[in-house]
Nanobody, 117 residues
Framework: QVQVVESGGGLVQPGGSLRLSCAVS????????MGWYRQAPGKQRESVAS???????SYADSVKGRFTISRDNAKNTAYLQMNSLKPEDTAVYYC???????????WGQGTQVTVSS
């Protein structure tokens, strides 16, 4: 059974940094494309960043230059480094692990990030 577990959320002041971690167990991590989504209160869930199993990254325009997604296949973990945080980054952040073939996506339970002074 594949499990996806996020950690690292919390309360941070504007301009601060946080690093989210996403640990995957129960399968071969290196074959998964990993992603981070977020959902703010009253808003739709949106894609934040992704990294393929080959290491190709992509970002939402709203976080480019501030967030960095990475992965460590030896640790079965993906990361989201978030710098220069803004109040509008406040949301529940979800990690996804997407197996390409056959395609299936696993979601974590989410971790709250609050940016406030």
């Amino acid at each position: 059974q594949v499990q996806v577990v996020e950690s690292g959320g919390g309360l941070v002041q504007p301009g601060g940094s946080l690093r989210l971690s996403c640990a995957v167990s129960g399968s071969i991590f290196s074959i998964y494309n990993m992603g981070w989504y977020r959902q703010a209160p009253g808003k739709q869930r949106e894609s934040v960043a992704s990294i393929t199993n080959g290491g190709v990254t992509s970002y939402a325009d709203s976080v480019k230059g501030r967030f960095t997604i990475s992965r460590d296949n030896a640790k079965n973990t993906a990361y989201l480094q978030m710098n220069s945080l803004k109040p509008e980054d406040t949301a529940v952040y979800y990690c996804t692990a997407r197996r390409p073939i056959p395609e299936i996506t696993y979601w974590g339970q989410g971790t709250q990030v609050t940016v406030s002074s």
